[in-house]
């Protein structure tokens, strides 16, 4: 939850945040009418095939004679979406630093910088670009992170400090890059420290069920979304004793059903972007209470209905609040999304 500056905007299309609210109680949710396109009945068709005798030599050609009618065979409009899966891995062996300090910049196209670094004390890692910071906590036995490049294309600094004494921090290993990536959305469709899944955990195997249904990406996102609702309910005195540095683990939040918005919206980025929806977990405050709270916003180029207050249109990013869904809210913090004060996006 760290970080200092307000992201930037993405590079060669501008996208509108289109403030959309999405916040029922839960037994709404479970009411709602689903208004989704069903599109594309089985389609059958005949076909015919021609008997054609061999031919006595190359140079001769045959008439063709009593043509055959095959038996008729349905073709059936296959169901279901499939993606290419999306890693972000450490890769050691191009890391860049000393035995301690190692940073891997190989995949900065694809929207990510991993790291792994051993050290006697607190660490953070900072991602700088422009006047644009955000500080992380990360692991000092060795375990990789690995952390989105969320501020688009553009010349980045990296930096691995070591906590001196109380509040203090001194630089241990610094890196600069330059970062051309792939599209806008590569940072927003693969997992990170903040959205933790491999392909075997349990909730992306959940959203590949979801997805083995769909006809479109809509879909996902509604059945996502309504499976979350139903299924996991807000941890109070998780969130009066949650500690700084907390990162959510995504299938603990589906295997307990409880949990904070933190959890949410970690477990719905997961879900959604294995399933190679652009999902960002956004950080900031809700009024009129300026409650620091998480969420989701996604991007898609369908048009649809979820709910009848959750409105996803084409080609903008749609914000989506699960906590808020799943465990009710006063309309004074939904609004038109209009109360909502995006700060820090992963």
């Not at 409880?258 to 809700?286: E, H, N």
């Not at 249109?313 to 913090?333: C, H, P, Q, V, Y």
Request: glycine share 6%.
């Amino acid at each position: 939850m760290n970080g200092n500056k307000k992201p930037g905007k993405f590079r060669r299309f501008i996208i509108h945040l289109l403030m959309v609210s999405v916040c029922l109680g839960c037994g709404s949710a479970k009411e709602s009418t689903v208004h989704a396109a069903q599109e594309k009945a089985v389609e059958s068709s005949v076909a015919e095939e021609e008997k054609v005798e061999p031919a006595v030599a190359d140079s001769v050609e045959e008439e063709l004679t009593e043509p055959i009618v095959a038996e008729a065979e349905e073709k059936e409009e296959p169901e279901g979406i499939t993606v290419p899966f999306e890693t972000a891995e450490f890769h050691k062996d191009q890391a860049t630093g000393s035995s301690d300090v190692l940073i891997d910049l190989s995949c900065t196209d694809q929207g990510y910088v991993a790291l792994s670094v051993i050290a006697d004390a607190r660490l953070k890692f900072q991602v700088m670009k422009d006047d644009m910071t955000y500080n992380y906590d990360i692991a000092s036995d060795g375990t990789p992170s690995v952390f989105p490049l969320q501020s688009g294309d553009g010349h980045y600094r990296f930096r691995v400090m070591k906590n001196i004494v109380d509040k203090k921090y001194a630089e241990l290993y610094s890196v600069e890059a330059d970062v051309v990536l792939k599209d806008e959305f590569q940072p927003f469709i693969r997992p990170s420290n903040y959205a933790s899944y491999t392909q075997n955990s349990k909730c992306i195997k959940k959203a590949a069920q979801m997805a083995a249904k769909a006809k479109t990406k809509m879909d996902i996102v509604k059945s996502v979304y309504e499976f979350i609702c139903k299924t996991v309910t807000y941890d109070t005195e998780k969130a009066m004793n949650v500690k700084s540095g907390y990162m959510p683990v995504p299938d603990e939040t589906m295997t307990t059903g409880k949990g904070i918005c933190f959890d949410y919206a970690s477990l719905a980025a997961s879900m959604l972007r294995s399933q190679g929806i652009p999902t960002k977990l956004i950080f900031g405050y809700v009024s009129p209470s300026d409650v620091y709270h998480a969420w989701n916003m996604i991007y898609t180029e369908e048009t649809g209905w979820i709910t009848v207050e959750f409105k996803v249109s084409g080609k903008e990013w749609n914000r989506i609040d699960l906590t808020f869904s799943a465990n009710g809210a006063d309309s004074d913090f939904i609004g038109d999304g209009e109360n909502y004060t995006d700060v820090y996006q992963y």
